[in-house]
C-alpha cells in the first residue's frame, strides 16, 4: 500500500463523528484495517479519540447480569507510539472507566499494543490466541481476564 491511499484512510478516519458509529459498524472497519493502516491511524489526536471513545463505550457495553457480585479493578495499558492507561472498575453491577492510572491495586492488568486491543474490543481476535502468542500479557488474576469478554457486549463484524 502507497502512502497516499494510507493517508486519505487516516484522513477519512479523523472526520469520522465516532460516537455516531455503532459498535458493529466500528467492528467491520477494523476487521477491514491491516496491521499496517491501524498503525497509520493509531497515531496522535487519531489515536486518542479512537482509545477515548473505545473506552467510553465500555460502561454501556456493560453487561451487568453477567457480572453479578463481580468486585474487580481492570487496568489496561495499550501500547503504541506511547503507552495509554485506562481502568475499569466494577463493582455492585455498575462500570465505570477512568483514564489513567491510580493508586489502587488491579486484581488483573492487561498490556497488548494498538493492533490487539482494536481486534479485541471489536470482536475481531481472540484473546486466548493472542494471550498463547504472547501478544496480550496478562498480571494478576488470569481467570478474571480469561472471563471479561463475557462482561461486555462486544460487537461481532
Known amino acids: 500500500m502507497d502512502g497516499t491511499s494510507s493517508g486519505k484512510l487516516t484522513d477519512d478516519l479523523a472526520r469520522l463523528d465516532f460516537a455516531a458509529v455503532a459498535p458493529e459498524e466500528f467492528a467491520r472497519i477494523v476487521k477491514g484495517l491491516s496491521a499496517q493502516q491501524i498503525a497509520e491511524v493509531m497515531r496522535g ?3 486518542t479519540r479512537i482509545l ?7 460502561k454501556q457495553q456493560f ?3 453477567a457480572a453479578g457480585g463481580l468486585t474487580a479493578l481492570i487496568r489496561w495499558k495499550v501500547t503504541g507510539e506511547s503507552d495509554a492507561v485506562y481502568e475499569t472498575a466494577i463493582a455492585d453491577g455498575a462500570c465505570e ?3 489513567g492510572r491510580s493508586g489502587a491495586e488491579p486484581r488483573t492488568t492487561l498490556v497488548m499494543g494498538d493492533a490487539e486491543f482494536l481486534k479485541l474490543v471489536s470482536g475481531n481476535g481472540n484473546p486466548v490466541t493472542m494471550f498463547m502468542m504472547r501478544k496480550l500479557k496478562v498480571a494478576g488474576d488470569v481467570g478474571l481476564a480469561s472471563g ?4 461486555f457486549d462486544i460487537p461481532k463484524a
Open 97 to 99: 472507566v477512568t483514564p
Open 63 to 65: 453487561r451487568p447480569q
Open 45 to 47: 489526536e487519531l489515536r
Open 148 to 151: 471479561l469478554t463475557r462482561y
Open 52 to 58: 477515548g471513545e473505545v473506552f467510553g463505550r465500555m
